[in-house]
């Protein structure tokens, strides 16, 4: 069983939908969970931590259950500039603090 | 914010040679760093912890031999892939965090990526 996983993709949803990318993780000993964006060849960059309590950025809203290991990501009115790679990410501090990824799961917005 | 740099972005070798990619925070002092490799649609796979002043942490599966890690400063790591085959290549991926408490925020910083093409 993977660390990290998340849906298989890709999504490909109109402009304006609403979209969710849901995460498992199998290490009970992650500590800070985060989701990422990559666009095509490029490196990932850090879209948002996820809180237990669930935190929102603007359009992103992201969940968190511990009992379930359970991350989830909301994104409301997708834009075309939504379009890239989603990686579900957690840290784990008793390994050194490195990352485990997720797959991925692809998102394409068309017009 | 906190920038990692890496050195090259893309390179292209021939089967048996060996290859250097350095990665840099700029404006932070990093003790430890981190090198991944990514295959195409696949995700990121973490490699090895690289740590300042000491022998790095090799992931399951990698050969240390074959992947040399330096980590000689604060803001230098460098990896080395001796003796490339097309097998070789990749995305190669380093990132690095501030302290805890320079930014205040638990994240890692990635650089650009180098893109290795062994013929």
């Known amino acids: 069983r993977k660390e990290v996983e998340q849906d298989p993709g890709p999504f490909n949803v109109p402009e304006g939908a609403t979209v969710a990318f849901n995460c498992t993780y199998s290490n009970s000993a992650s500590q800070s969970f985060f989701w990422y964006r990559q666009d095509c060849r490029k490196e990932p960059k850090l879209l948002m931590s996820v809180y237990s309590s669930g935190n929102e950025d603007g359009r992103f809203t992201a969940q968190l259950n511990r009992a379930s290991q359970y991350i989830s990501l909301l994104i409301r009115d997708s834009k075309l500039s939504d379009s890239a790679t989603y990686l579900c990410?957690?840290?784990?501090?008793?390994?050194?603090?490195?990352?485990?990824f997720g797959q991925g799961t692809e998102l394409s917005v068309k017009p | 914010g906190a920038v990692v740099s890496q050195h090259p972005s893309r390179v292209i070798c021939k089967s048996g040679t060996s290859v250097k990619i350095e990665c840099r925070s700029l404006d932070f002092q990093a003790t430890t760093m981190f090198w991944y490799r990514q295959f195409p649609k696949k995700s990121l796979m973490l490699m090895a912890t690289s740590n300042e002043g000491s022998k790095a942490t090799y992931e399951q599966g990698v050969e240390k031999d074959k992947f040399l890690i330096n980590h000689a400063s604060l803001t230098l790591s460098t990896l080395t892939v001796t003796s490339a085959h097309p097998e070789d290549s990749s995305f190669y991926i380093c990132?690095?965090?501030?302290?805890?408490?320079?930014?205040?925020?638990?994240?890692?910083?990635f650089g650009p990526g180098t893109r290795l093409t062994v013929t």
């Open positions: 990410v957690v840290k784990i501090y008793n390994q050194g603090g490195k990352l485990i």
């Open positions: 990132s690095a965090s501030p302290p805890w408490g320079n930014t205040g925020k638990d994240e890692q910083y």
